[in-house]
């Protein structure tokens, strides 16, 4: 009477395929860099992953000049060219991920 949906009940057996974490794909390490904002009077962080050849050590600069409060907005751009402004007074923390460790999430591997 009603044919059988793929998928359902075990009618087709597709097996779900798992695609390769960063880390496995560039042998290893991470060649990125993770930035986490926190923003006072804010619910969430703002997450960014810069591009691969973003230089840590120039961020790092930028980051201390807008919370010593030489400059009043700190700009980033994100690996999809996306510029992102946060004012240097809203800042409550900043976060950057190491460039050599993995971010685990879940169990496994």
Known sequence: ???ALPGVNGTANHS??????LSRQRGGSLDHVDVRI??????REINLELA??????????RIEAALGGATD???ITDKRGNDVAVPSAKIAYVELGSAES???????D
Request: glycine share 8%; hydrophobic share 30%.
């Open 102 to 108: 993995t971010r685990k999430i879940g169990f496994g």
């Open 52 to 61: 691969d050849d973003a230089d840590r050590d120039d961020l790092k600069a």
């Open 73 to 75: 907005t700190l700009w």
């Open 38 to 43: 926190g923003v006072t009077q804010a619910p």
């Open 1 to 3: 009477m009603f044919d």
């Open 16 to 21: 779900r395929r798992r695609r390769p974490s």
